[in-house]
């Protein structure tokens, strides 16, 4: 079963970047698709963005798409979320997740292992 820590969250202004990464303990790392989701306050948690195994096939929340990029290493186990051109709605608390049950998953419960977040503040 693989471990999640995410890191790389903080306060920035609108308008720029963060990276956030997200560290995978394990020997097979590389045979769970990962997932980046985010929870605001008084909001449910939401899907932000997922990548394969391999790294080949990535997909996106329309509300990312275009300003977020998902991207992997698996010689270091490392998910990471680049985020660029940051908006306060982007505000919240960012948890990545894995799973090896579902192929192509969006939805919380597809995910098995979370890790146990990173906040983000935009500020405007």
């Known amino acids: 079963q693989v471990q999640l820590v995410e890191s790389g969250g903080g306060l920035v202004q609108a308008g720029g970047s963060l990276r956030l990464s997200c560290a995978a303990s394990?020997?097979?790392?590389?045979?769970?698709?990962m997932g980046w989701f985010r929870q605001a306050p008084g909001k449910e948690r939401e899907f932000v963005a997922r990548?394969?195994?391999?790294?080949?096939?990535?997909y996106y929340a329309d509300s990312v798409k275009g300003r977020f990029t998902i991207s992997r290493d698996n010689a270091k186990n490392t998910v990471y979320l680049q985020m660029n051109v940051l908006k306060p709605e982007d505000t919240a608390v960012y948890y990545c997740?894995?799973?090896?049950?579902?192929?192509?998953?969006?939805?919380?419960?597809?995910?098995?292992?979370w890790g146990q977040g990173t906040q983000v503040t935009v500020s405007s």
């Open positions: 990548i394969s195994g391999s790294g080949g096939a990535t």
């Open positions: 997740a894995a799973t090896n049950l579902f192929p192509r998953a969006v939805r919380t419960w597809e995910y098995h292992t």
């Open positions: 394990g020997r097979t790392f590389s045979s769970y698709d």
